[in-house]
């Protein structure tokens, strides 16, 4: 079991987490609750409002998704845990549409976690 909350190892988990939306209602169930937007000058809590500096947060796992002809569907999910405790998700295209700001903001965040999910024996 992960600190996010979910099992990898688990076939129910690996099936929900194929699809953006899947994946996003399953991390909300881990309590990652809030969205967060990137700013020019850091990154903002749409729950409340406080802005965080790249220090201040750590990318506890990423999830990449690409659509299946346009590549104006590849997204990246960001799992996001904060200084003081709030628990979020980013969204951003990846490739020649990913947003400027989530890019130099993801680019200074040091803690970036991408969990290795090793099979059970």
Same mark, same amino acid.
Request: with cysteine; hydrophobic share 30%.
């Given at each position: 079991?992960?600190?996010?909350g979910?099992?990898?190892?688990?076939?129910?988990?690996k099936?929900?987490? &194929?699809? $953006? !939306?899947s994946?996003?209602?399953? /991390?909300?169930?881990?309590g990652f609750? #809030?969205? %967060?937007?990137?700013?020019?000058?850091?990154? &903002?809590? $749409? !729950?409340?409002?406080?802005i965080? /500096?790249?220090?201040?947060?750590?990318? #506890?796992? %990423?999830?990449?998704?690409e659509?299946?002809s346009?590549?104006?569907?590849?997204?990246?999910?960001?799992?996001?845990?904060?200084?003081?405790?709030?628990?979020?998700?980013?969204?951003d295209?990846?490739?020649?549409?990913?947003?400027?700001?989530v890019?130099?903001?993801?680019?200074?965040?040091?803690?970036?976690?991408?969990?290795?999910?090793?099979k059970?024996?």
């Open positions: 079991m992960r600190e996010d979910l099992d990898l190892n688990n076939e129910m988990d099936e929900h987490m &194929k699809t $953006l !939306t994946c996003l209602n399953s /991390l909300l169930a881990a609750e #809030t969205q %967060f937007k990137a700013l020019k000058h850091g990154l &903002k809590s $749409l !729950t409340t409002e406080k965080y /500096l790249p220090e201040e947060v750590k990318i #506890t796992n %990423f999830y990449r998704f659509g299946d346009d590549p104006s569907d590849n997204s990246i999910l960001y799992a996001i845990e904060t200084t003081s405790g709030e628990k979020g998700t980013l969204t295209a990846y490739g020649a549409y990913s947003d400027a700001h890019a130099k903001f993801i680019k200074e965040v040091e803690d970036i976690g991408k969990r290795e999910h090793k059970m024996d």
